[in-house]
């Protein structure tokens, strides 16, 4: 937190008044504050990201936080969360329909992106007078930089003109930083955690597929090779998964055990 608080202390607040300048850096270290308390999976976090990001900025009427890959032009979004149902239609414009807009070109090109008009926006001739005409018009998008890559942007939004000068940029820059850590670190918990669900889920299904080669093997006398044959035949023949296959078997053997214990 020591490097970042320094960061805010060396902003230029010349042009600001006092009273504003003090408030929008007490706004900043709070949200800082809050990024450094979250503890939460990806989408929560994500969503508290753009909470946080409105506070922080001044002038923001909504915001929103999108992981990307920008390898994939085709299919960039990896996950994204909006602080208000208007950020979340214009996220729909930009990623689905049609494919342009500050987030984008903020991620693609690694830089702060901000403009005061979108109606009128030569950037995204497609994406700004569609933006426009929702009545949002300014837009500031900060991408979400690591040492080696960019993992994606925050986008924040406002429906007057011109709200977003370079003071703003300032304290979401800043912001920027320490947000880009915290939805790391939730995306690598993420990724661990379903890693950790596919391992357990693999475990399971290669011990029931293992009890039902042993059952095989003690009513037919096959060697384990010619078992799994044998499951695997039948996983074709009925198109079902294997380890469908091999529960089924596995059930049935304790039916007609408990069966025998207990003769009606």
Not at 29 to 36: E, S, T, V
Not at 56 to 73: E, H, K, N
Not at 201 to 212: F, G
Request: hydrophobic residues 45%.
């Amino acid at each position: 937190m020591t490097e970042f608080t320094e960061d805010v202390a060396d902003l230029p607040l010349a042009s600001l008044s006092t009273q504003q300048a003090s408030d929008d850096l007490a706004d900043l270290r709070a949200a800082i504050g809050d990024l450094a308390g979250l503890v939460a999976g990806l989408p929560e976090l994500l969503a508290e990201v753009s909470t946080f990001a409105v506070r922080a900025i001044p002038g923001a009427d909504g915001a929103g936080v999108t992981l990307l890959q920008v390898d994939r032009l085709d299919n960039m979004v990896e996950a994204l969360a909006a602080s208000a149902p208007f950020v979340a239609e214009i996220d729909e414009i930009q990623y689905v329909t049609l494919k342009e807009g500050p987030c984008i070109t903020a991620a693609l090109e690694r830089r702060t992106v901000r403009s005061g008009s979108l109606g009128g926006e030569k950037m995204w001739p497609r994406f700004g007078p569609r933006v426009g005409r929702l009545g949002v018009h300014s837009a500031l998008s900060l991408p979400l930089l690591l040492s080696d890559r960019v993992i994606g942007a925050i986008n924040v939004y406002a429906h007057g003109k011109d709200v977003f000068d370079e003071h703003a940029a300032e304290l979401g820059e800043l912001f920027a930083k320490p947000a880009a850590v915290a939805v790391h670190n939730a995306q690598v918990l993420s990724h661990a955690i379903a890693l950790t669900t596919q391992l357990q889920k693999a475990l399971k299904t290669r011990s029931v597929i293992d009890q039902a080669i042993g059952l095989i093997r003690g009513r037919s006398g096959r060697t384990a090779e010619e078992a799994f044959t044998q499951l695997r035949a039948i996983s074709q023949t009925e198109h079902r998964k294997l380890a469908e296959v091999a529960q089924q078997i596995v059930d049935e053997a304790v039916r007609r055990a408990h069966a025998r214990r207990n003769p009606t």
